[in-house]
């Protein structure tokens, strides 16, 4: 700038002379860089500002003057602070390190740039984050900067946002988001695991809904984001598990709104790729081939086993042309459960194989199941006795009349059934009618698929559980 006392015009030029008589202008938002050998037109020295009555200079960057010197005051400038003035030959009196000025070092400036132009500050210059937050928040600056950037920001990445000296604002980095990892053992049955979230700075704004809980692959039920916990760079984030088999991840959407100190958003989102959960909450046991068979009563109202057959690929339920009961006998091997495992459902599917006389479930009533913590007889080579030994719980469930896609299932997602399912060895289940026969002296019954028929058909105990 160039002052002349006779109109008080300011005209754009590349230093500022300010006679005794003119008020000297706020010098916000603009870089004094001069090029005007020997200074002002009188030649009174000043080549950046030569001052000859009262004057304050606030976060003002006066540098690169070819002549005269940077900053001439015939007084004493008055509060004046974090100023950066490259001659410290010629500072206008101002010490180094003094009310956060800077004397006498290169302020390391870019190249003439932008519209309205300004010299921009390179990395490393010492005018980043050394300016006063008060001075630029005041009118007219009103944390505006000659580069359009919001004062202020963290430019040096101390964590502290702290406006710059001169019309530039160095732009803060965007925070970037480092790698999602586990932070608990993985496989996991646990309820919910943990992810450690790390951000290159502190940043603001974290919460629940600025993260996704994606099933990667398998079946998980009933994910969400429970919890995010932590401050500045660092958070733990908490996802709950339902139940199923799968891998889980935790992903960074779009629309996050996490920001560092600076109000710079988050970049690099979507985020979708962080370590990998392998969740394993889901066994699915098949019925043991020679553990399981059906019984036939040894008569009509003896209520005993009087026959067996534990290799065929049915099993039969409903009664025979003599009006005896058939029971068939399910064998599930549950030990792989862990021992602290906490059930949440249960489901029995049975894939039926034919119909012989009339369908039992229109004339036998439900089809009960009957379970037992162990085997039956205490013997799981499917002795006759297992016809009439006790249940752990008699008629815990019946089977669904109607199949879905092929099987007929009963489900409990609660109740007494979760302390029979056995975490050290066997669980079995009877199937029975309700009513014992139909009386008409001609066959009616089920025959479901067994535990010897191919895999995809055999009958299938399916438990759901975590771990705490």
Same mark, same amino acid.
């Given at each position: 700038? @160039?002052?002349?006392?006779?109109?008080?015009?300011?005209?754009?030029?590349?230093?500022? @002379? !300010?006679?005794?008589?003119?008020?000297?202008?706020?010098?916000?938002?603009?870089?004094?860089?001069?090029?005007?050998? #020997?200074?002002?037109?009188?030649?009174?020295?000043? #080549?950046?500002?030569?001052?000859?009555?009262?004057?304050?200079?606030?976060?003002?960057?006066?540098?690169?003057?070819?002549?005269?010197?940077?900053?001439?005051?015939?007084?004493?400038?008055?509060?004046?602070?974090?100023?950066?003035?490259?001659?410290?030959?010629?500072?206008?009196?101002?010490?180094?390190?003094?009310?956060?000025?800077?004397?006498?070092?290169?302020?390391?400036?870019?190249?003439?740039?932008?519209?309205?132009?300004?010299?921009?500050?390179?990395?490393?210059?010492?005018?980043?984050?050394?300016?006063?937050?008060?001075?630029?928040?005041?009118?007219?600056?009103?944390?505006?900067?000659?580069?359009?950037?919001?004062?202020?920001?963290?430019?040096?990445?101390?964590?502290?946002?702290?406006?710059?000296?001169?019309?530039?604002?160095?732009?803060?980095?965007?925070?970037?988001?480092?790698?999602?990892?586990?932070?608990?053992?993985? +496989?996991?049955?646990?309820?919910?695991?943990?992810?450690?979230?790390?951000?290159?700075?502190?940043?603001?704004?974290?919460?629940?809904?600025?993260?996704?809980?994606?099933?990667?692959?398998?079946?998980?039920?009933?994910?969400?984001?429970?919890?995010?916990?932590?401050?500045?760079?660092?958070?733990?984030?908490?996802?709950?598990?339902?139940?199923?088999? #799968?891998?889980?991840?935790?992903?960074?959407?779009?629309? $996050?709104?996490?920001?560092?100190?600076?109000?710079?958003?988050?970049?690099?989102?979507?985020?979708?790729?962080?370590?990998?959960?392998?969740?394993?909450? !889901?066994?699915?046991?098949?019925?043991?081939?020679?553990?399981?068979?059906?019984?036939?009563?040894?008569?009509?109202?003896?209520?005993?086993?009087?026959?067996?057959?534990?290799? &065929?690929?049915?099993?039969?339920?409903?009664?025979?042309?003599?009006?005896?009961?058939?029971?068939?006998?399910?064998?599930?091997?549950?030990? +792989?459960?862990?021992?602290?495992?906490?059930?949440?459902?249960?489901?029995?599917?049975?894939?039926?194989?034919?119909?012989?006389?009339?369908?039992?479930?229109?004339?036998? #009533?439900?089809?009960?199941?009957?379970?037992?913590?162990?085997?039956?007889?205490?013997?799981?080579?499917?002795?006759?006795?297992?016809?009439? $030994?006790?249940?752990?719980?008699?008629?815990?469930?019946?089977?669904?009349?109607?199949?879905?896609?092929?099987?007929?299932?009963?489900?409990?997602?609660?109740?007494?059934?979760?302390?029979?399912?056995?975490?050290?060895?066997?669980?079995?289940?009877?199937?029975?009618?309700?009513?014992?026969?139909?009386?008409?002296?001609?066959?009616?019954?089920?025959?479901? @698929?067994?535990?010897?028929? &191919?895999?995809?058909?055999?009958?299938?105990?399916?438990?759901?559980?975590?771990? +705490?």
């Amino acid at each position: 700038m @160039y002052a002349v006392n006779d109109s008080e015009r300011w005209v754009w030029v590349l230093g500022v @002379y !300010r006679p005794a008589a003119l008020p000297i202008r706020r010098l916000a938002r603009t870089y004094l860089q001069t090029s005007v050998k #020997g200074g002002v037109p009188d030649g009174s020295g000043g #080549g950046g500002i030569y001052n000859s009555g009262t004057a304050t200079l606030r976060n003002t960057l006066i540098a690169n003057s070819t002549g005269g010197g940077d900053c001439v005051s015939n007084v004493t400038l008055s509060n004046s602070n974090n100023n950066l003035i490259e001659d410290s030959n010629s500072a206008c009196g101002l010490t180094n390190g003094s009310n956060g000025n800077i004397i006498g070092s290169d302020p390391n400036l870019g190249a003439l740039t932008g519209s309205p132009a300004y010299f921009p500050l390179l990395p490393g210059s010492p005018a980043i984050d050394a300016g006063d937050n008060t001075t630029w928040a005041d009118p007219p600056v009103n944390n505006q900067s000659q580069n359009g950037v919001i004062r202020p920001q963290d430019g040096n990445g101390d964590n502290f946002a702290v406006c710059d000296m001169g019309s530039y604002e160095y732009p803060d980095t965007p925070p970037a988001l480092l790698p999602i990892t586990r932070a608990h053992s993985n +496989p996991t049955s646990s309820n919910n695991v943990n992810f450690t979230v790390t951000f290159s700075e502190p940043v603001t704004g974290v919460d629940v809904n600025d993260f996704t809980a994606t099933v990667v692959s398998g079946a998980i039920g009933a994910v969400s984001v429970a919890t995010v916990s932590g401050s500045d760079s660092s958070y733990t984030v908490t996802a709950n598990l339902g139940y199923g088999n #799968g891998t889980l991840r935790l992903d960074v959407p779009a629309s $996050a709104t996490i920001a560092d100190l600076g109000g710079n958003a988050l970049s690099g989102l979507p985020y979708q790729s962080g370590e990998v959960y392998t969740v394993k909450k !889901r066994l699915m046991v098949l019925s043991s081939d020679g553990q399981e068979g059906w019984v036939l009563e040894s008569s009509e109202t003896s209520n005993l086993g009087g026959s067996k057959n534990d290799t &065929g690929e049915t099993l039969f339920v409903g009664d025979d042309a003599q009006d005896r009961q058939y029971r068939a006998i399910l064998s599930f091997d549950t030990a +792989p459960l862990p021992n602290n495992a906490v059930i949440v459902k249960v489901t029995l599917r049975l894939k039926l194989q034919g119909v012989v006389g009339t369908d039992p479930f229109t004339t036998h #009533g439900n089809l009960l199941v009957d379970v037992r913590k162990g085997a039956f007889s205490n013997n799981g080579a499917l002795p006759l006795s297992d016809f009439q $030994a006790a249940a752990s719980k008699s008629a815990v469930g019946g089977i669904s009349k109607n199949p879905v896609d092929g099987w007929h299932r009963k489900g409990w997602t609660s109740g007494i059934i979760f302390s029979y399912i056995n975490k050290t060895g066997l669980t079995q289940f009877r199937l029975r009618f309700a009513k014992d026969d139909s009386d008409d002296l001609g066959a009616d019954y089920l025959k479901f @698929y067994s535990g010897d028929a &191919g895999m995809v058909s055999r009958p299938q105990l399916i438990i759901e559980y975590y771990v +705490p």
